[in-house]
């Protein structure tokens, strides 16, 4: 059996071995091509989507200007827009981190909305009937979050590492799932009697994430947890062999095997850090914004999490610049929505535009 020989290319930024890791010159080549976007790259991207919704603007709203400049400048308008926009921007991080974790890892986590919803239950049930208050409460209705959206999509992951079936599918068709069986539980068993609508009773105060700003600003401290999660998400994949590793299984399962590398594992692995972060993010909406499950709480923060990953080109602080600049025309949006007759779906429209800018760029650059 002849033994291939060692490769011959080396790179000054790949300090990793043949025993366990790939060469960084071939996974961190194929890196490059599947993100191959810089900053300025998202920076177009993003005012193109713009111009593309002032656009629309022109042909359906009755004062455009002040449509597009309520979009776009709203949230800076008072305190509230601004706490509201850093609430906001807190959770899409945390979605945003995410998508991150199992695109670098070669896999494509859809689902998140559907972990996110269950987290937020599963946060709101916990820190409602636990009995415990105070900062204990809050760090053990968040690790139920977080382990139920680890849990939920540990079915997908099991279904992709064993038998290769498309994750795409089956963790977006779990967010059909989740969303109904989350309706049946809180009407079956956790409804606030008192409330006509489909929301677990109120928590108490001493549950709530504490506020970074004056009342009635949702901001809270869960901005600091999501930039210690981003810290340790880039210490793990740019400083640790172990982050190497994973994600060169994504990039290339089979040199990665080739080298002893147990892809299938780090697959698995990075599945479920993806839907545990879709989970806390639900816990961290419940517990520092609506303050209970309610319905229909999340704004589709799960995809738009994809969107944010993307424009932060997967990268932690990519991701935490994106999400303030998304969380902001979202809170904007609000108030576009309310000087005109400009509808806050025109969020979901950039949404799509830039998505679709993105990926053509992407296209662009693989083809080339």
């Not at 991207?45 to 042909?59: D, E, K, N, S, T």
């Not at 009407?187 to 609508?197: E, I, V």
């Not at 172990?242 to 990665?256: K, N």
Request: some cysteine; aromatic content about 8%; glycine content about 10%.
């Amino acid at each position: 059996m002849t033994t291939p020989p060692p490769p011959t290319e080396t790179h000054d930024d790949a300090p990793v071995t043949a025993e366990g890791v790939a060469p960084r010159t071939n996974w961190f080549t194929a890196a490059r091509r599947v993100v191959p976007l810089g900053l300025s790259q998202s920076v177009i991207a993003v005012v193109l989507g713009i111009a593309v919704c002032f656009v629309i603007m022109l042909a359906v709203a009755s004062n455009p200007i002040e449509a597009f400049g309520s979009f776009v400048f709203g949230t800076f308008r008072n305190p509230y827009s601004i706490g509201s926009m850093i609430a906001i921007a807190t959770v899409l991080v945390l979605t945003a981190l995410a998508a991150a974790v199992g695109f670098r890892a070669g896999a494509f986590n859809i689902g998140a909305e559907g972990q996110l919803v269950l987290g937020g239950l599963a946060a709101a049930v916990v820190a409602g009937n636990a009995g415990v208050d105070g900062f204990a409460g809050q760090a053990l209705a968040l690790i139920a979050a977080t382990v139920t959206g680890a849990l939920w999509i540990a079915v997908p992951a099991v279904l992709r590492v064993k038998f290769r079936t498309n994750e795409i599918l089956t963790t977006l068709m779990f967010n059909y799932i989740a969303a109904d069986l989350a309706l049946f539980l809180v009407n079956s068993y956790f409804r606030d009697p008192d409330s006509g609508a489909v929301e677990t009773p109120p928590l108490d105060d001493g549950l709530w994430l504490a506020r970074i700003l004056p009342p009635p600003s949702p901001a809270n401290v869960g901005v600091i947890l999501v930039v210690v999660i981003a810290v340790a998400m880039w210490i793990y994949f740019d400083r640790t062999r172990s982050g190497m590793r994973m994600e060169a299984a994504g990039l290339q399962p089979a040199f990665a095997e080739y080298l002893g590398v147990r892809s299938g594992r780090y697959l698995f692995l990075s599945l479920a850090v993806s839907g545990g972060l879709a989970g806390l993010a639900g816990g961290v909406a419940v517990l520092g914004i609506t303050h209970a499950y309610i319905s229909g709480f999340s704004p589709q923060y799960g995809f738009l999490g994809i969107t944010v990953a993307l424009i932060g080109r997967l990268r932690p602080l990519g991701i935490l610049i994106a999400a303030v600049l998304y969380a902001s025309l979202m809170t904007g949006a609000t108030a576009m929505q309310a000087t005109s007759n400009v509808p806050f779906s025109l969020v979901f429209v950039l949404q799509g535009v830039l998505i679709l800018l993105i990926t053509s760029q992407r296209l662009g650059r693989s083809s080339s």
